[in-house]
Structures are given as C-alpha cells and as structure tokens.
C-alpha cells in the first residue's frame, strides 16, 4: 500500500467517524445549570444530579456548573444532592430537540432531617437560546388537541397555511419545507413534503423553525419540521381511539 492510498483510507475513516458522531447526537437536548447555596448564593461543588428514571446525571464543576449532555426530548424530573443540604428537586422540566435547557438549583442547609424541596419547572415564553422562529408542541399538547395529525398541528401555528392539503410557510411554496424524524430526513424526493405519517402517540414533540434555522438544516428555505420519538419503557400503555361521524359526506347515507 503506497503512501497517497494510506492517507486516502485515513481520511475517509475520520469522515465517516464524524458522520456517525454527528448522527448519534442529532435530535437531542442539553440541560445546564448552576447549584448554589440558597442563603449566601455560594457554588456548591460536586454536588450530584440526576434525571429520575434514567441513567443521565452528573456532577457539579469548580463553579457550580453542571452539564448534562445528549437529553432524548421529553419531560424529566431533576434530582440534585449534597452533603448537609436538602435535597433539591425540580419537576416538569422540558428538554427539546437541539436545544438547551438552563436551570437555576438552589438548595438550602438541612440543620434537621426534612422533606425534599420540590419546585416545578416552567418554560419561558420566549426561548433566550433559540436564534430563530422556534414552536415546540410537546406530547402534553397532542393529547388535549381536538384532532389528530402532524399536518393539522402545523397548520395551527403562526405564519402557516394549509391550502388543499399542503402547507406553506410564511408564503413559501409546500415543497420548500424539510421534514426531519430523529435527525433522519423523511422529505418526499418527488413531491418535496412529507414522505412519513407518524401516529401521534408515538411522538415525544413537535419542533416548528421557521426562518434562520441552523445551518446543518439544508435543502430548504421556508422551515424545518422535526419530529421526536418517545422513548420506551418497562411499563405497558395501550392507546384506544374511537371516531363515531364523519363515516359518509353530507347527503349519503353509510353502507348504502
């Protein structure tokens, strides 16, 4: 083997790495934050966190600061633990597809043996990571809509328009829009719209960017449509749906 193949074989064994390092992190979330004393504001240090019912957690740096890096999307309960502290606990905390959760841990000293500290996590209106049009619609939202459907959902939000069953963004044409699921395109080659029909019990959320968007997102200039899958469980759950009009139009009659 010459010295000109060996390098060639080198390069596309590191191209390929990357790909596969790049596709193993699409489609998840991080979650930061700093733990701090709550009377003196004080960094605590190796203070632990943990997401219940997952093996993600870590500890805190020099600073207080903590990372928790590659989040699948999804509502999470946050533990966090020190010595001579009560436990501090944030509930519903959101995380989102390629994008960044920040949380603010503040426990105080435990003089006495007392319950953990629970609070509940509340998304901010306006994203302050997010550089763009971003709409999220969690698995939460999907249950309590009127009807089912990526397409309908979409079409509720600002700036979209469903006309004769094809979406359009901000006044863009339908095949301008790129669908992701799990960071995979799912984008029709020929039509340019959605080439899969996910059922929206398997949905974890919904991610609507309109206008700029990342530029890792190509191929597309009016929005970017991601869609996250739940992740599984130990526990069985059995979804049942039940639809009792809309069998025949207007004027016939059913099984005639």
């Given amino acids: 083997m010459d010295r000109k193949t060996h390098w060639r074989d080198a390069f596309v064994a590191t191209c390929l790495l990357a790909l596969a390092s790049t596709a193993a992190w699409a489609g998840n979330g991080k979650i930061t934050g700093t733990v701090t004393d709550n009377a003196s504001g004080t960094p605590l240090v190796s203070a632990s966190i943990a997401l219940d019912g997952t093996r993600l957690g870590t500890v805190t740096d020099d600073e207080g600061q903590f990372f928790i890096l590659n989040v ?16 501090y606990v944030i509930e519903e905390v959101r995380v989102s597809a390629d994008l960044t959760t920040d949380l603010k841990v503040r426990p105080s000293t435990e003089a006495i ?4 500290v629970v609070i509940r996590a509340e998304r901010p209106i306006i994203d302050p990571n997010a550089t763009n049009a971003v709409r999220i619609i969690g698995a939460e939202d999907l249950e309590i809509l009127p009807f089912r459907g990526v397409q309908n959902v979409l079409a509720l939000q600002a700036g979209v328009v469903e006309d004769e069953g094809a979406l359009h963004i901000r006044g863009s044409r339908s095949d301008e829009i790129a669908y992701y699921v799990e960071g995979a395109s799912v984008r029709n080659v020929v039509t340019g719209n959605t080439a899969v029909n996910l059922i929206d019990e398997a949905l974890a959320e919904i991610q609507l960017q309109a206008g700029g968007f990342s530029a890792e997102y190509g191929g597309a200039t009016a929005g ?5 899958l739940k992740t599984g469980s130990d526990d069985l759950h059995i979804s049942l749906l039940s639809e009792t009009d809309n069998f025949a139009s207007d004027g016939e009659k059913f099984l005639d």
Wanted: zero cysteines; glycine letters at 8%; a negative charge.
């Fill in 113 to 116: 043996t007392t319950e953990e």
């Fill in 72 to 87: 699948p999307p999804g509502t999470y309960t946050l533990r966090a633990t020190y010595i001579g502290y009560a436990a």
């Fill in 224 to 228: 970017i449509v991601l869609q996250e």
